[in-house]
Every structure is written in structure tokens, then in C-alpha cells.
């Protein structure tokens, strides 16, 4: 169980939740009185919001692949292990597998981290408190998402004091993580300007308790979305970083760099390389519009075609530059289309058409008239297209109830709706 695993005590939960991931960033001082054996004890606020940070990135790539290949964005060829295009795209999901394992336990890590660093509060000042808190509210809300994503209707494991506690439910589960944000955005309100702490890169412009609390919005506003609150989030998305006149990369984002101890970017390919893993799905190609700009800005199509377990494209993945380029949390560019989306879902098809014909126009596309008709295949088409191998595909189809229009491949493949619950999970009879 993963509790069980990483909550035998406080050194231990410092070595797995928390210090073990500090140490994949560079720039942090380990100031552990003994650093062969750190205990929570001596780790400073300043350690635990750098191995928060250092921890969001772990097993990312897996949950990256794991959505996009099971929402028919993506194939990831691996010779050395075909559960990539076996047990993702014909099911079952091993519950005890890599796949779900690894994203699983990571997210859960800094899940606990953040909890730990809200315990090592008590020399600040109440506006220091709150700024912590909101750090740590905000960012257990992102991750405790992710897990859901995966999980959907099998909901998430809630109780983090180590016990074998129930699964909550996936409406429960949600009600958590609102209330998470929540919190975290009237804590981050009543904040000093600045953090006692600092941040990496990813979140240049988003570093201060008043620019953070936007990042706040716009997570909230995700969740209001997916929770069928249109008119919260259009709340959500006005007090977050919206901006449609603005840069779409406008976001937070994970940071990575070369620096020794530091961790690439495990999405990266080179796109001379003979050989790659990572391709786009042929349908990409095949249901993009002409002269679509986010088509030639994230596949290039290779010389040659690759077949690999009966499946075979010829679209190569740029999502990234090179081994330090980041990744995007959330970014301006989703932020419009879920306002879009938010007026689809209350009938102001008008105004949405506003926003999708920004997101259209930037591709270097004419506008297409919306109505009630085809407002959502529209939106789902803009999302596929600009968010595309971001991981919101396949969450999309399925909250819509749209799985069956993914396509399938192969005799035998199947479309999996949940992760199961992770066999460490179970409660031990």
C-alpha cells in the first residue's frame, strides 16, 4: 500500500515523499544536519517547496503517455516493453503495473511533501503561514487531479495518516479538491507580497502570493469545468491570468535543465534521430484542417513510415525543443478555451465563438459558426488541436461521454474508461 509504504515514519517519509526528490534540483541547498541520514526534522520550508517542485516531475512522462496513447493522440513504440501499445490500447490496466504504479506513487509523494511542509510552519508570521498553506493547498489540489484523472470513477485514496482508509467516491474526491483550492486562494489572499520561500522558473511571473493565487484561478476554474460548473469557472477563469489578447504560453509550467542532479525533460526526442519512441496518432494528420498551424507546430511527418505491433504512422512528436525545455502545467491558451467551453455549457454560444475564433484566427484559421448543434465537436476539435499531448484528450472524450468516437486500430483494441484502483491500494483483508 502506498501509505504504507511511504508513511513508517517521519525520517522515511523525508527520504521517499519529499528529500529523495530535492535532490533533483540543483540549485537547492541540502542543509540536513547529516546529509548521508536527513530527517524532516532539520528540512527547511525552503527544502520542502523545492522537492515539491522536483517531485511534480516525476513519473510525469508516464502519466503523459499513459492519457495520450490511451486517448488515441499518441503511440509510444517501445521495443524493450510493448505493455505501451498493448495493455494501454486492449486493456486490462495492470493494477500492480508501472504504468499506474509509478504516476500514482509520485503524485501521492509530494501529496504528503506538501502536508509535511505545512507542519513546518510555526516560526512564521501568520502572513508567512498563509502563504505556505496556499502554496501547499494548491498544489496538493493539482496532484491529487492527476490521480483522478487516471482513476475517474474509481475514485481517490483520501486518507493520508498512513491507515488503510476507503476510497472516496470520484464526486468526493472532486468536493476535496475544490475545497483545496478554495482554501488555498483565501489563504494566498491573506498573504505577505512575498513567499518565505522561492521558485523555479516554471513559474516565473506566478512567484508572489497575489500572482500565484492567479495560477490558483485557473486550476480552479479546470476543476469547475470538469465539474459542470460553467458559472464558477467563468468566475474562476476572471480572477485568474486570462488574457485574450495575450501570449497562449502565458502559464506555469515544470522546469527542467542540464544542471548536474537536475532532471531532463524525458518527453524529448530529437527529431533527426533514426530512431524515436514517441509518435503522433495518423488521425492527428488525418482530422486536422488545412493550413492548421498547431498541426506543423507539434508533429513533423517523417521520411518513412513506422509499423510496430500492426500499428504504423509516420508523425514524429515536437512538444519540446530539447532535454531542458519545460512543460506546461497550465497555460493562457487553455485558460480561453475553457471560457469557451464554460459558454458552450451555458448556452452563450455567441460569446464562445468569440474565444474559438481567437484560438483559430492564431492558427492561422477562418472561424466557423457555432450553434447548438456543433458547439462541443467544435470545442473538443480546438482543444485536440491546441492542447495536443498536453494529457487532456482522452479526459475530455470521456466527461462528455465521447470514448466511442476514438478510434481504434486493431482488432481486439479497446477504449479504457478507469485505471483500476492500485494494488497497493487494496485494503489488506
Not at 502506498?2 to 526528490?21: P, W
Not at 506538501?114 to 502554496?135: C, M, P, R
Not at 459558426?369 to 487532456?392: C, P, V
Request: net charge negative; hydrophobic share 45%; glycine share 8%.
Amino acid at each position: 500500500m502506498l501509505f504504507k509504504k511511504i508513511n513508517r515514519s517521519k525520517a522515511a517519509i523525508a527520504g521517499l515523499g519529499a528529500l529523495v526528490m530535492m535532490l533533483g534540483t540543483a540549485c537547492e541547498a541540502l542543509d540536513f544536519a547529516d546529509p548521508n541520514s536527513p530527517v524532516i526534522e532539520v528540512a527547511s520550508v525552503q527544502t520542502l517547496v523545492t522537492g515539491a517542485e522536483a517531485g511534480m516531475r516525476v513519473s510525469l512522462a508516464i502519466y503523459l503517455r499513459d492519457v495520450s496513447v490511451i486517448g488515441r493522440e499518441a503511440y509510444y513504440f517501445e521495443p524493450a516493453d510493448p505493455r505501451y501499445t498493448g495493455e494501454l490500447l486492449r486493456g486490462p490496466i495492470d493494477a500492480g503495473g508501472f504504468l499506474l504504479s509509478r504516476p500514482w506513487d509520485a503524485r501521492y509523494n509530494v501529496v504528503k511533501n506538501t502536508l509535511l511542509l505545512q507542519e513546518k510552519t510555526a516560526s512564521l508570521d501568520a502572513a508567512g503561514k498563509a502563504g505556505v498553506d496556499g502554496f501547499a493547498k494548491t498544489i496538493r489540489a493539482y496532484q491529487l487531479l492527476m490521480n483522478l484523472n487516471l482513476l475517474n470513477d474509481n475514485g481517490l485514496q483520501l486518507d493520508f495518516t498512513g491507515s488503510y482508509g476507503d476510497f472516496s467516491t470520484k464526486a468526493q474526491a472532486m468536493t476535496e479538491i475544490t475545497s483545496l483550492l478554495s482554501g488555498g486562494a483565501t489563504d494566498l489572499a491573506a498573504a505577505d507580497s512575498s513567499f518565505p520561500f522561492s521558485l523555479s522558473s516554471g513559474f516565473d511571473g506566478f512567484d508572489t502570493p497575489v500572482t500565484f493565487a492567479t495560477f490558483n484561478w485557473a486550476l480552479a476554474a479546470r476543476v469547475a469545468v470538469y465539474n459542470g460548473d460553467y458559472s464558477g469557472a467563468l468566475t474562476a477563469l476572471g480572477l485568474s491570468f486570462i488574457d485574450g489578447a495575450g501570449d497562449f504560453d502565458l502559464g506555469v509550467y515544470h522546469a527542467y535543465s542540464t544542471a548536474a542532479n537536475d532532471q531532463l525533460n524525458e518527453i524529448f526526442e530529437s527529431i533527426t534521430a533514426e530512431t524515436i519512441k514517441y509518435f503522433g496518432h495518423p488521425t492527428f494528420e488525418a482530422d486536422a484542417d488545412a493550413g492548421d498551424a498547431r498541426f506543423a507546430a507539434k508533429v513533423y511527418e517523417r521520411t518513412a513510415s513506422v509499423t510496430f505491433d500492426e500499428l504504423t504512422t509516420d508523425l514524429g512528436m515536437s512538444l519540446v525543443s530539447s532535454s531542458s525545455a519545460s512543460l506546461p502545467i497550465i497555460r493562457n491558451e487553455e485558460l480561453i478555451l475553457l471560457r469557451a467551453e464554460a459558454n458552450i455549457g451555458l448556452g452563450n454560444y455567441t460569446t464562445a465563438q468569440t474565444d474559438l475564433d481567437i484560438i483559430r484566427a492564431a492558427a492561422g484559421l477562418a472561424s466557423v459558426t457555432i450553434t447548438s448543434t456543433n458547439a462541443l465537436d467544435q470545442l473538443l476539435h480546438e482543444k485536440r488541436y491546441s492542447l495536443f499531448g498536453e494529457g487532456h484528450r482522452w479526459i475530455d472524450m470521456r466527461r462528455y461521454g465521447k470514448l466511442a468516437d476514438l478510434p481504434l486500430d486493431r482488432d481486439g483494441d479497446v477504449i479504457i474508461e478507469n485505471f483500476p484502483i492500485p494494488e497497493d491500494e487494496i485494503r489488506e483483508n
